[in-house]
């Protein structure tokens, strides 16, 4: 059997690779002396100099930031709304399902767990995203917290086994004794840079890459299927069938829907940085035999070429660690303001109520997590019936 070094078995391998080097090198200089800790499975590394960094930062434009971060403030007041209305309103929607009531679809919800719920080609997207969004974040925070006078204890940054982290650790005590807008200027400051990044990697991915799809990007090839055997790989690109373009992959599917399982057709695919024909005989679909397939997964969006003149798979995965960075920050600004513990928006939500009530402060802090989290739980659950494991 042929061994084959796949992008997903060459990134497991590089982490491996970097987590011995890591070990061995922490025990050969002694690098806890330095600030990092190596243990099993996870690093984190304090660093001084950040420390210093974040209070240059925060003194030298002080005016800047106070104004971005009531800017922020507002930013994550929308996004708090946001996610308490798309959790209630996807119930809503979740429920109408379950009792097969006609009503708009509703999404799928799930938890963001590698190889669980998050397929493993895209781990290497996803790990990069998450190092830029959490690392924005965390200095959002930190700067935000020094230009409010709020000392801050330790930064550094963290690695459990291959996701990438960095932290901001405040003095709790002043925290808690600063005013109530510095507070929430700072719990503000995380969500709302996520959401700038993502808008910034928006405008990166509109900007390098033509806006008229140019093909139908394959995801996953099914294994022994006929495009399997006709050497088509995962980010290939269908351009024709028979000669008729493919643009999206509706267009796919209502060509296919006219063809019969065992004609032959003809493919014009993008592969290797080169258009080529590949004859393929359809098959029946397991699941309807009178269906013709191919025997491929398409992408969610259209293939889009690049405008940087980068070959095919260096194109798509940029268009990819874009993508998913957009993706990923606008999905973590928003969960982030959700109302529930540990998340910021818990104690955005919490403080200003606090502020107004006298007593039972733990109730009132209580009864907000629980009912936020059964919104999730309940969305979760009922998804988890109708859909199984969402995967992406």
């Known amino acids: 059997m042929d061994f084959t070094l796949t992008p997903e078995l060459a990134f497991l391998f590089g982490v491996a ?3 011995i080097v890591l070990y061995v090198l922490a025990y050969a200089f002694h690098l806890d002396k330095h600030g990092l800790e190596v243990k099993l499975g ?3 590394y304090k660093s001084k100099p950040l420390n210093s960094f974040l209070d240059r930062v925060a003194s030298r434009w002080h005016t800047l930031w106070l104004v971005l971060s009531n800017i922020g403030l507002a930013f994550s007041i929308g996004l708090m709304a946001y996610s308490i209305y ?3 309103n996807n119930l809503l929607r979740l429920s109408f399902a379950l009792a097969k009531i006609p009503a708009v679809e509703p999404a799928g919800v799930s938890l963001a767990i590698p190889v669980l719920s998050i397929r493993l080609y895209w781990l290497p997207y996803y ?5 830029i969004l959490i690392l924005s974040h965390e200095l959002a925070h930190g700067i935000v917290a020094r230009s409010e006078g709020i000392p801050v204890l330790s930064t550094g940054v963290l690695t459990f086994l291959v996701i990438f982290g960095a932290f901001v650790e405040p003095d709790e005590k002043e925290f808690e ?3 109530l807008l510095s507070r929430l200027r700072m719990l503000a400051a995380g969500s709302s840079t996520n959401l700038i990044t993502a808008f910034l990697f928006l405008l990166l991915l509109t900007g390098l890459f033509f806006p008229s799809p140019a093909g139908v990007l394959i995801q996953e090839v099914v294994p022994n299927s006929p495009a399997d055997r006709a ?4 980010w ?3 351009k024709a069938i028979n000669g008729n373009p493919i643009h999206v992959p509706p267009d796919c599917s209502i060509y296919m829907s006219k063809v019969t399982p065992g004609t032959q057709i003809i493919l014009t695919v993008l592969h290797d940085n080169r258009e080529i024909a590949k ?3 359809t098959e029946s679909d397991p699941n309807n035999s009178s269906r013709a397939i191919i025997g491929f997964i398409s992408s969610f969006v259209p293939y889009r070429q690049n405008i940087l003149g980068l070959d095919q798979y260096n194109g798509i995965n940029l268009f990819w660690t874009l993508f998913w960075t957009f993706w990923w920050g606008v999905n973590v600004a928003i969960f982030n303001m959700f109302p529930a513990f540990p998340f910021d928006g818990e104690k955005a939500l919490y403080y200003p109520l606090a502020s107004l009530v006298k007593k039972r402060k733990r109730e009132l802090r209580l009864i907000l997590n629980i009912l936020a989290w059964g919104l999730y739980v309940l969305n979760f659950a009922l998804s988890f019936w109708l859909y199984g494991l969402v995967r992406i």
């Open 231 to 234: 050497g088509l790989r995962q």
């Open 42 to 44: 996870y690093f984190i």
């Open 127 to 131: 790990f990069l995203a998450v190092a």
């Open 17 to 19: 690779v970097f987590w």
């Open 86 to 88: 798309f959790f209630g």
């Open 236 to 238: 290939d690109v269908i």
């Open 279 to 281: 004859n393929i005989t």
């Open 177 to 179: 004794k600063s005013s």
